[in-house]
Structure formats: structure tokens, C-alpha cells
């Protein structure tokens, strides 16, 4: 699954592989005698969102077999900052956080993701990158078929879940050309996408993410996107400070998912928003 903008589940902590030296050329050095990429996380130590995503990531011990293929270092953001520059030239502010990069040995930029994924998808993207799916590979791909549907939508997702909306959103907007009566089935995930890139990217158009959720909820009703968008959509008020309406699409979302895990975080969610104050909720009081 794609990137998501909200306040996630706090799994249980588990620290797999993990460079003891937060430095990066500490990191660097273990890479190159290891014979691994580095693996570094850009986050604030004190964004208790990002320590929740972190539990979902890279400390998940769920993804031990995955992580250990790398040296995993995380960094703060103020101390490498220009560290990070170099990895994000073009980009003029560097929120949202977390941030993770991957390198070879020689510090050499491989891939990037900007914001979070959750467990699946960034275990799928670790996957894809172990086996040699890259940007590079994704490019080219797409330069052998720029109007296949697929492909499209294939590449439009790749960047928009490593937020680079310059290139994502044009190919989300050429999806809808190229197979405007949607024969290909790939509308509904691709609204999604794009209502998950708006909340984890663009806080400034979160209502852009509201929207594209209620375009998938009433355009799709019967789909797992659908109810995924139900579910991101009340994290999204939630985030925006919109408790009222984040409370009543979370009961909303409860009457109708038949999905468990979603259900566990919908619950502890609404559980959050009814015992504590909200406020404390978004800057993690709460627990």
C-alpha cells in the first residue's frame, strides 16, 4: 500500500539491524565491508508521528529478513541536513518527514522515498528494489510504452509514493486519458493514490486528498479502495484538526469494513479521540 498521511497504530518496537553508530559515515564504512546498501531514515526525534511510523517500518520485526540486507542508520534531519540537500536538490522545503534513502557503499543515491509507507508497502518496495525494480527501470519502461494503461499507472504510482508529484501527477492525468471509460479497472487505485499523495505530501492540499477519497467512496462504493478511502479519509480529518467529522467517519467507516486490520486502527483511533483531548492526540500524548 501506498503512502499514508495519519496517525498510525504504535506497534510494538523492535530494533532488527540496526547501525549502532547514528553517523553516516559510520554507516557508509559497515556498508562497504558488508557489502550492502545503506538504508538511512530522515526523521525528527521529536515527531512522534514519525516514531509511529518507524514501527511500522524500520523497526518492524516483521521485515527482519528484508532489513537485514541493509545497513538501516537513522539520522536526524537538522544534524545532515545538508546530507539530505544532497539527496533532494530540487526540493525547497524538506517536509514532510520521514525521509528514506538508499545508497550503495559509496553514498551514491539509489532511491528515495519521501513521507511514509505503511508495513506492506514498504516491504513491497524493498522487494522491488532487492530484485532490481528501480526509477531507472520504471523510466524506461514507460519510454518503451507511454500510452499503456498499465505501465501508466504503474510508473504515476511509483512516484507519487516516493512524492514526486512533477512527474506522478502528469502520469495519473495521462491514465485517465488513455483509458478514459476505465477498461483497465486501474481508476479507483489510482484516486486513491492520489488521495494519499495529497495527505502525505501536500499538507496545503489535504482537501484535494478529501476529495479524491469521496471520488473513490462514491464513484467505487463496492471495492477495497472503497473502504481503504473511508478509513484514510477520517485520518485525514483527523491530521487536518477536523476531529467532528474525523470522529463520524471513523463510525462510519467501523459500520461498514470487513477489514480487521483497518477495523483495530479505526477503533484505537475513535478510542483516542473519545478519552483524549484531540490536541494531545496529534502531537502524541495520547497512547
Same mark, same amino acid.
Given at each position: 500500500?501506498?503512502?499514508?498521511? !495519519?496517525?498510525?497504530?504504535?506497534?510494538?518496537?523492535?530494533?532488527?539491524?540496526?547501525?549502532?553508530?547514528?553517523?553516516?559515515?559510520?554507516?557508509?564504512?559497515?556498508?562497504?565491508?558488508? %557489502?550492502?546498501?545503506?538504508?538511512?531514515?530522515?526523521?525528527?526525534?521529536? !515527531?512522534?508521528? !514519525?516514531?509511529?511510523?518507524?514501527?511500522?517500518?524500520?523497526?518492524?520485526?516483521?521485515?527482519?529478513?528484508?532489513?537485514?540486507?541493509?545497513?538501516?542508520?537513522?539520522?536526524?534531519?537538522?544534524?545532515?541536513?545538508?546530507?539530505?540537500?544532497? *539527496?533532494?536538490?530540487?526540493?525547497? $522545503?524538506?517536509?514532510?518527514?520521514?525521509?528514506?534513502?538508499?545508497?550503495?557503499?559509496?553514498?551514491?543515491?539509489?532511491?528515495?522515498?519521501?513521507?511514509?509507507?505503511?508495513?506492506?508497502?514498504?516491504?513491497?518496495?524493498?522487494?522491488?528494489?532487492?530484485?532490481?525494480?528501480?526509477?531507472?527501470?520504471?523510466? %524506461?519502461?514507460?519510454?518503451?510504452?507511454?500510452?499503456?494503461? $498499465?505501465?501508466?499507472?504503474?510508473?504515476?504510482?511509483?512516484?507519487?509514493?516516493?512524492?514526486?508529484?512533477?512527474?506522478?501527477?502528469?502520469?495519473?492525468?495521462?491514465? *485517465?486519458?488513455?483509458?478514459?471509460?476505465?477498461?483497465?479497472?486501474?481508476?479507483?487505485?489510482?484516486?486513491?493514490?492520489?488521495?494519499?499523495?495529497?495527505?502525505?505530501?501536500?499538507?496545503?492540499?489535504?482537501?484535494?486528498?478529501?476529495?479524491?477519497?469521496? $471520488?473513490?467512496?462514491?464513484?467505487?462504493?463496492?471495492?477495497?479502495?472503497?473502504?481503504?478511502?473511508?478509513?484514510?479519509?477520517?485520518?485525514?480529518?483527523?491530521?487536518?484538526?477536523?476531529?467532528?467529522?474525523?470522529? $463520524?467517519?471513523?463510525?462510519?467507516?467501523?459500520?461498514?469494513?470487513?477489514?480487521?486490520?483497518?477495523?483495530?486502527?479505526?477503533?484505537?483511533?475513535?478510542?483516542?479521540?473519545?478519552?483524549?483531548?484531540?490536541?494531545?492526540?496529534?502531537?502524541?500524548?495520547?497512547?
Amino acid at each position: 500500500m501506498p503512502a499514508v498521511f !495519519c496517525v498510525a497504530i504504535l506497534l510494538a518496537f523492535f530494533v532488527v539491524s540496526v547501525c549502532a553508530q547514528s553517523e553516516w559515515e559510520n554507516a557508509i564504512k559497515k556498508a562497504k565491508s558488508e %557489502r550492502k546498501y545503506v538504508l538511512a531514515y530522515f526523521s525528527d526525534p521529536n !515527531c512522534f508521528t !514519525c516514531q509511529r511510523y518507524s514501527a511500522q517500518t524500520i523497526d518492524n520485526p516483521q521485515l527482519s529478513s528484508l532489513l537485514k540486507r541493509f545497513v538501516v542508520v537513522k539520522l536526524n534531519p537538522e544534524k545532515e541536513k545538508q546530507k539530505l540537500k544532497e *539527496f533532494l536538490p530540487k526540493r525547497g $522545503e524538506l517536509s514532510p518527514l520521514p525521509i528514506i534513502v538508499i545508497t550503495d557503499s559509496e553514498g551514491k543515491l539509489a532511491d528515495l522515498i519521501v513521507g511514509h509507507l505503511n508495513a506492506d508497502a514498504f516491504a513491497a518496495f524493498l522487494r522491488a528494489f532487492l530484485a532490481g525494480k528501480r526509477t531507472d527501470t520504471v523510466e %524506461r519502461r514507460l519510454k518503451a510504452n507511454p500510452n499503456d494503461p $498499465e505501465t501508466v499507472y504503474e510508473a504515476a504510482v511509483w512516484f507519487l509514493e516516493r512524492g514526486d508529484g512533477r512527474r506522478g501527477l502528469p502520469l495519473a492525468e495521462r491514465l *485517465f486519458k488513455v483509458d478514459p471509460k476505465n477498461q483497465k479497472g486501474f481508476h479507483a487505485s489510482m484516486r486513491l493514490h492520489l488521495g494519499l499523495y495529497f495527505a502525505t505530501h501536500k499538507a496545503k492540499l489535504a482537501h484535494r486528498a478529501i476529495e479524491e477519497f469521496r $471520488e473513490v467512496i462514491n464513484r467505487f462504493p463496492n471495492t477495497k479502495e472503497a473502504e481503504e478511502a473511508r478509513f484514510y479519509l477520517a485520518v485525514t480529518h483527523l491530521a487536518l484538526g477536523q476531529d467532528k467529522e474525523s470522529k $463520524e467517519a471513523l463510525k462510519d467507516f467501523l459500520r461498514t469494513s470487513k477489514s480487521e486490520k483497518l477495523r483495530q486502527q479505526a477503533q484505537k483511533l475513535l478510542r483516542f479521540l473519545e478519552t483524549h483531548p484531540p490536541a494531545d492526540l496529534r502531537k502524541g500524548e495520547g497512547n
